[in-house]
């Protein structure tokens, strides 16, 4: 079971930037993809971006321009940077580790997008 460990949340104005960080205690490149998610209040979770092991990217179409996933090999970390932040992107964002079938989540970073 791989740790995962998110940094980077806090609370930012709308049009602001955060980047988050997703340390993971294992070689990254051990899993078929890996993955932000994220949890609005009310709302289920939704996978807002992923790379895979070749380096392919995927983003919802709510975040596609704005934000940007990308790793770093030589740390076993993950990364997300969120420009032009929208009040719509608050929410508890969760770092996973997929392989098969199996996913391994870290405990969450809330962002909040406010005026």
């Known amino acids: 079971q791989v740790d995962l460990v998110e940094s980077g949340g806090g609370s930012v104005q709308p049009g602001g930037s955060l980047r988050l960080s997703c340390a993971a205690s294992?070689?990254?490149?051990?899993?078929?993809?890996m993955a932000w998610s994220r949890q609005a209040p009310g709302k289920q979770r939704e996978l807002v971006a992923s790379?895979?092991?070749?380096?392919?990217?995927t983003y919802t179409d709510s975040v596609k321009g704005r934000f940007t996933i990308s790793r770093d090999a030589a740390t076993n970390t993950v990364y997300l940077q969120m420009d032009s932040l929208k009040p719509e992107d608050t929410a508890i964002y969760y770092c996973?580790?997929?392989?098969?079938?199996?996913?391994?989540w870290g405990q969450g970073t809330q962002v909040t997008v406010s005026s």
């Open positions: 790379i895979n092991v070749g380096g392919r990217l």
């Open positions: 996973s580790a997929h392989i098969l079938t199996s996913a391994s």
């Open positions: 294992e070689n990254i490149f051990n899993f078929n993809y």
